[in-house]
């Protein structure tokens, strides 16, 4: 199950703005970890620590009801050890980029 993984916990910056949220799923389809879910005609975030912080609801959403700082938690962490062939590292030791 994409779920079950976790890397950190209660950190996800992940925010939903049920106000401007009408229902046409388009976070829900492009978010890689089932996050988000239709539920009463409205998305909802499911399992807010499945979230990597990719960014693809908050770029996807015509409507701007979701929002997250792509690029600051665990994608970011994974794709960069990965590009460097390590465990995922966030480390800031003097980069601009740091998260």
């Given at each position: 199950m994409v779920n079950a993984m976790r890397y950190l916990k209660n950190v996800v910056t992940l925010k939903l703005d049920n106000s401007k949220c009408t229902g046409c799923?388009?976070?829900?389809?492009?978010?890689?970890?089932a996050v988000l879910r239709l539920n009463n005609g409205k998305v909802t975030i499911a399992d807010m620590d499945a979230c990597i912080e990719c960014g693809a609801c908050s770029r996807n959403c015509p409507f701007e009801a979701v929002t997250v700082s792509a690029g600051v938690g665990c994608a970011y962490a994974i794709i960069r050890g990965a590009l460097k062939g390590t465990s995922p590292d966030c480390s800031c030791s003097g980069e601009s980029n740091c998260c």
């Open positions: 799923r388009r976070c829900e389809e492009v978010c890689p970890r």
